[in-house]
């Protein structure tokens, strides 16, 4: 922080005068500034020092400006000037004054069924704008979407958009986007679109209508796997009050397969539009033959996604009879077939050895890696995994494996695999904590677990930082750890938000000047402007008036500004002049 508090007050360009900093990230600090040329506060979001030569991190902050100056939305936070020179890149922004949708979560749990809707509904809306101009943002997240005190959404921060025609930014481990809200195709490196943001937005959305993410692990890489394979907690069974409706339309916009999901922002904006007209909407897929079929409540039945028709409860048929056919006739298939393979495999077994004999490889040495573990897995092995802690080895080398190299060991393909034990490093038992200051201490307590490093949260109010932003660690950074069981622990002290006390603006009216300054010491108030004037009623040198009311729940700090008397004001007339006699009395 105090890094760049030396550009406070700092011009730029010979035009935006830097105010403070607003807020610093992984990439750049955020300041407020005053455009001198427009007289409006800006928001100036600069590369930070210490990456403003990295290729990578240039060509995501160029990434934004291109991407954020083809649009034009009032759900998407407007860019005005960029700057890219040599020592200094800043992109000059709307000044959103609001806090992010994630702060929001995290302070109020779970949110309303109208809140839901309403942000879910501008979020659609400036995706519906982006995706028509052949951008898809790739990190819809609450990070990235800030809430103005209006209620009016903006979606925030294109610094890894895809855009048409256009080279993509390189999907590093700090550009991919968090991965609590990655899609599948995004996890496993498969080509995006649009729908990508979809399944980004319904994870979104379970975590407003639930206050709680659908994947969590102690590790990013099952988090991301979980994208891939797990389905979530259908949504009702952690918050059963919401509609079903919502729960539908959130399954729909997660499922796994973009061709099953919602096909665009603009379909999803007219599920929730009904929704929202209509809390008690229960989507169902209408009859092949009924295309106008109609819900319980007179309305227009909305085909969803695949995923989301399994949510339907199947109509109970009129007559037993088919169901126990079918059941009968089910059964006499299943005892053919069942006999079928039992035969076969009595003739399998006296008649063919498919049993082969391998090799066991030696691996001592080798870096362990899920590439490997797979080259293993496709050569009848069955591969487990035991880390220890030894500075001797490097991190994820094979100390030691069981079978030993060289040992024959007889598989029969798809049937009996060899079970190979593996001992590896974790390297050193040791690391040296980094600096974790200001980054989201969820992300901080999975890394410094998967670390083996034991993790305590203490809360503390603070000025600047948001809500869940790291303040500070106990060890300091750079402090050597030990790791694993009776390893040390780290304490995070994690920002619960500003602590704002108030106090009962007192009456300056009729004060002199030592009554006042002893009276906002005593109020932990501030003298702001002072200006003075005639006045008949309130005698010199004392309060005619203040900028504050008098009893108004003020914040602590407030500079009041004040209206002193000078008195009457003087006579417009003046005694004659008569002396008319200019000599000085003395001759020359």
């Excluded at 006042?516 to 010491?521: R, S, T």
Aim: proline letters at 5%; glycine letters at 6%.
């Amino acid at each position: 922080m105090e890094s760049y508090e030396k550009y406070v007050g700092q011009v730029f360009d010979k035009r935006y005068r830097i105010i403070k900093v607003i807020g610093i990230g992984g990439m750049a600090v955020v300041f407020e500034a005053n455009d001198l040329l427009m007289r409006r506060n800006v928001a100036v979001k600069m590369l930070k020092d210490e990456i403003n030569n990295d290729t990578q991190s240039v060509k995501r902050f160029i990434n934004e400006s291109k991407a954020v100056a083809m649009l034009s939305h009032p759900n998407i936070v407007n860019i005005y000037d960029v700057s890219v020179k040599d020592n200094l890149k800043y992109i000059v922004m709307e000044l959103v004054e609001g806090v992010t949708l994630k702060n929001y979560i995290l302070k109020k749990g779970t949110l309303s069924y109208h809140e839901v809707i309403s942000i879910t509904e501008q979020i659609l809306l400036a995706l519906e704008h982006a995706h028509s101009k052949g951008i898809v943002h790739r990190d819809i997240k609450p990070q990235n979407i800030m809430m103005l005190k209006n209620g009016v959404i903006k979606v925030a921060d294109f610094g890894i958009a895809k855009l048409p025609n256009a080279e993509t930014v390189t999907m590093t481990d700090k550009a991919i986007g968090t991965v609590f809200y990655i899609s599948p195709e995004q996890a496993s490196g498969r080509t995006i679109d649009r729908r990508s943001d979809i399944y980004s937005l319904g994870v979104t959305m379970y975590e407003m209508a639930t206050g709680k993410l659908p994947f969590v692990a102690d590790s990013p890489v099952t988090v991301a796997i979980m994208q891939v394979k797990n389905d979530p907690k259908p949504p009702r069974e952690v918050n059963p009050n919401m509609p079903i409706g919502l729960e539908q339309i959130i399954i729909g916009a997660m499922e796994k397969n973009p061709d099953n999901r919602f096909q665009s922002a603009s379909q999803m904006l007219r599920h929730i539009a009904q929704l929202k007209n209509n809390p008690h909407t229960v989507f169902k897929v209408p009859k092949s033959n009924d295309a106008s079929a109609q819900t319980n409540q007179g309305e227009t039945k909305q085909e969803l996604p695949s995923n989301v028709r399994k949510l339907t409860p199947p109509k109970s048929s009129r007559s037993m009879f088919p169901v126990i056919a079918g059941v009968a006739t089910a059964f006499l298939i299943v005892c053919c077939i069942s006999a079928v393979v039992v035969l076969s495999r009595l003739f399998e077994v006296t008649t063919t050895d498919n049993s082969k004999q391998i090799t066991v490889p030696g691996l001592v040495g080798t870096i362990y890696s899920n590439e490997l573990k797979t080259q293993l897995e496709s050569q009848y092995y069955t591969v487990e995994v035991n880390y220890i802690y030894d500075s001797s080895y490097n991190r994820d080398e094979i100390i030691s494996q069981d079978p030993v190299e060289g040992e024959k060991r007889k598989v029969i393909p798809d049937k009996q695999r060899c079970e190979l034990k593996l001992t590896v490093s974790y390297g050193a038992a040791t690391i040296e904590l980094e600096d974790y200051s200001y980054k989201d201490s969820r992300e901080v307590k999975i890394e410094l677990t998967n670390l083996g490093i034991a993790v305590e949260i203490k809360r503390e109010t603070h000025e600047y930082l948001g809500e869940g932003q790291v303040i500070r660690t106990d060890p300091a950074p750079g402090t050597v750890l030990r790791r694993g069981d009776g390893g040390d622990k780290v304490i995070l002290y994690v920002s619960s938000g500003q602590d704002i006390k108030y106090i009962n603006m007192p009456d300056f009216t009729n004060c002199d000047e030592e009554a006042v300054m002893k009276m906002l010491g005593w109020n932990d108030l501030k003298l702001g402007e002072v200006t003075y004037e005639y006045s008949d009623k309130v005698i010199a040198g004392r309060v005619i008036r203040q900028s504050h009311a008098t009893s108004a729940q003020t914040p602590v700090g407030t500079a009041v500004d004040f209206v002193m008397s000078l008195g009457p004001k003087p006579s417009d007339t003046t005694p004659p002049d008569t002396d008319t006699d200019d000599s000085s009395g003395v001759e020359e």
